[in-house]
């Protein structure tokens, strides 16, 4: 098999190239690291990822790393299969890279270190930090206030069909719908609906069923 | 003239903007916001950019906003011009994908934070934190390790030439080897070189004349 992720299930950036695959139809390997015994931040993983974070990729003699740079090689190099998830069209895709960014640079912060302390860390046994998800909850409803106005005006971040400018909210977006913080989406009805779409995807359900399967 | 930046020449992510405008020999109007009276903050700024950060930009009737969308807009919509910045092949691409990415997510947390310490505030007449600085400078060496060894594989970030990921880096750059921060990179001689290589571009050095001369 040609395309391999090397990872876990439940960290939120292999989440993102899994269901990137899965909308695609594309068969992969997955290479399982044990993060609890730290084997990211080891030979031979950093041979792959100077960085020492998960998911690394194999497409044959191909290796790349970062989640987000990852679904864009995917969308690109196998543009003829699955699901589009990107445009061909510059000015449409500008409109997709906006929103990327502002998945990347706007939401994910927040979303990211709340997903630590509501999601990650009961999985872990740890307890949560609630000064954090304080903190952290007013800013990702600052940027959801944001997303109620651009889904009002359109049914996906990027335009009229879904692409990896919704994809890539995904894995924060699942652990997050099941924690306390499922109100500050709730509350807002656009942001509600797109993330009752976009979590319903097959792809994305596939990846939730092998997570919880662990 | 069709495309327009309203931004600031002191800010780093209209700076990414200019110098890609520039690589490109693309004509532009600057449309200059008083951010010191807090112009970004309110309409009709925030019609171009909800999240209020400068810069925005228009091609006729395309509005986009947030640095890194706005250069690969550039890059593929006039790729017929100047300085070829990103890779028609995918796999070539993914390269300088994985590296914007590294840039976006590794190197500029650190390094927009001395930027903010040692080179905008000391314009803005505020005093530098140095505690933000010793914590910051250890991280930002860190990546610059990772960058070493890349860069003594590959005279660019993505590959033998110039693209996105170089000039991504190039604005907070500028401002850090103005400052004491200049050693972190110094000390690593491919990163030096790099440095010193991708600085030294006319299409920067006219983005940093024009800083000057405000």
Redesign the interface.
């Known amino acids: 098999m040609a395309i391999k992720v090397h990872g876990s299930w439940f960290a939120t950036a292999p989440m993102r190239v899994f269901s990137c695959l899965n909308e695609k139809g594309l068969d992969y390997e997955f290479v399982p690291l044990d993060m609890r015994a730290g084997e990211h931040q080891k030979e031979p993983f950093l041979s792959l990822n100077?960085?020492g974070q998960v998911p690394a990729f194999e497409d044959g003699e191909?290796k790349?790393?970062?989640s987000?740079?990852?679904t864009?090689?995917i969308a690109?190099?196998y543009s003829d299969k699955g699901t589009p998830l990107i445009s061909k069209d510059?000015?449409e895709?500008?409109?997709v890279?906006?929103w990327?960014?502002?998945e990347?640079?706007?939401y994910d912060p927040p979303a990211s270190k709340l997903t630590w302390e509501l999601g990650i860390k009961p999985i872990l046994g740890r307890s949560t930090d609630d000064a954090v998800v304080e903190e952290q909850e007013p800013e990702l409803a600052k940027v959801l206030d944001?997303y109620e106005?651009?889904l009002a005006q359109s049914k996906y971040l990027g335009g009229d069909s879904i692409s990896l400018a919704d994809l890539h909210h995904l894995p924060t977006l699942s652990y997050l719908m099941g924690s306390r913080v499922k109100a500050v989406f709730d509350s807002r009805p656009h942001v509600s609906a797109w993330c009752a779409d976009i979590l319903a995807r097959p792809a994305f359900k596939k990846v939730v069923a092998m997570r919880n399967n662990q």
Chains 1, 2 share one sequence.
Do not use: G
């Open positions: 100077p960085f191909l790349l790393f970062e987000r740079a990852i864009q090689y690109q190099a510059p000015k895709m500008a409109i890279l906006v990327m960014e502002v990347t640079q706007r944001a106005v651009r």
